[in-house]
């Protein structure tokens, strides 16, 4: 009910970060357009996991460690995987629930790690998935050194660029290298078969000792 009227040729566009871990939300999609096309940003769970759990830091200031959340028992190096900033990584796992519904001609993988370095490329991608002209180019972006990651900017005016908001790019607090590896190894089997189900390799394994590209989000 919330959706806009879409006239013929155009596009309207909803996102939900939540919509990829729910486990309903691929059988309401497909009750209600079964031949929509899903654009899914992804990655490495191990980023994502300390991205997420800085976000909730700069709310509840008070919650324990990263290290104390992400183990049920850390001397024998249980991970926790019902806690959700770690459950959300195992995209494989949700990935399944959505291939029941959908084909992966259906969906289109951005790397939210190429979409930090290169966005032109990535939005290249996203508008040829859309059956859109290639509008949005290099000359729409510029790299923000402040907050780690590429701004928007439209080159017909002097318009301010629109970078996102004051909840983005906050430095990561540092992790326990040791953590950061067992959950490396936690992760890599369901990478693999995360780049197996989608016929794209990720390069999450390449990223030297579990630090990412980007320490900000």
Known sequence: DLMPSTLEGQITMEKTPSYFVTNHAPKRIHSMAKDIKLIIVVRNPVTRAISDYTQTLSKKPEIPTFEVLAFKNRTLGLIDASW???????????LESWMQYFPLSQMHFVSGERLIVDPAGEMAKVQDFLGLKRI?????????????????????????????GKSKGR????I??????????????????????????????????????????
């Open 84 to 94: 959700s900033a770690l459950r959300i990584g195992i995209y494989a796992l949700h």
């Open 136 to 164: 949005v180019t290099d000359k729409h972006f510029y790299f923000n050194k402040t907050k780690g990651f590429p701004c928007l900017k439209k080159p017909e005016d002097s318009s301010t660029p629109r970078c996102l």
């Open 171 to 174: 430095t990561h607090p540092k």
């Open 176 to 217: 326990d290298p040791d953590v950061i590896r067992r959950l490396h190894k936690f992760y890599k089997p369901f990478n693999m078969m995360f780049y197996q189900m989608t016929g794209q390799n990720f390069e999450w394994e390449l990223e030297d000792d579990g630090v990412s590209r980007s320490s900000q989000d």
